[in-house]
Every structure is written in C-alpha cells, then in structure tokens.
C-alpha cells in the first residue's frame, strides 16, 4: 500500500498540555478523521478504518463506542431493498 504523509504544525507545549505523546496524538488525530469522513460518508467504512490504522473489527468497535452506526443505509434505503425481495 502506498503512503502519504502529511504534516500538521503544533505550538511546541500542545503535547505537555494534553499531556500524550506525538504518537499517541498522531494515532488520535487519525482515528478522528476517519471517523469524521466516515460520519459525513467521504469513505467506506473498509477505507476509513485504513486512515485510522485499524482493522475493520476495531474501527467498527470505536464507531460503536462513539454511537455512531456502522451502515450507511437510509430507511429509504431499506424499505426499497424490502420491495425488491416481494
């Protein structure tokens, strides 16, 4: 898989004030991005569980632990897929 990086700049004291480390900030930021495309449906679930670092199994577990849902699916969505099987 081919990676690309990108670069946020930071005031020096946000890591001692939030008081984690710059991969722990790192691995937060990206989890939260992926969930932000995912909420306003940027990307899949499969592809926003690769920005967050995370398999499918643990991003949906964050999405769950957030009460957010794991399909996309409209209620129109579903009652046209009902009328399909009659």
Do not use: C, H, W
Not at 4 to 23: G, R, Y
Not at 53 to 68: A, D, H, M, T, Y
């Amino acid at each position: 898989m081919n990676v690309q990086t990108i670069s946020i700049d930071f005031p020096n004291d946000i890591l001692l004030a939030l008081n984690e480390s710059e991969k722990d900030l790192k691995d937060r930021i990206k989890i939260i991005l992926a969930i932000q495309l995912y909420k306003s449906k940027k990307l899949t679930i499969g592809k926003s569980s690769q920005i967050a670092g995370l398999s499918r199994f643990q991003f949906e577990e964050v999405l769950s632990k957030n009460n957010i849902s794991i399909s996309n699916l409209t209620k129109k969505d579903i009652l046209s897929d009902m009328d399909k099987l009659k």
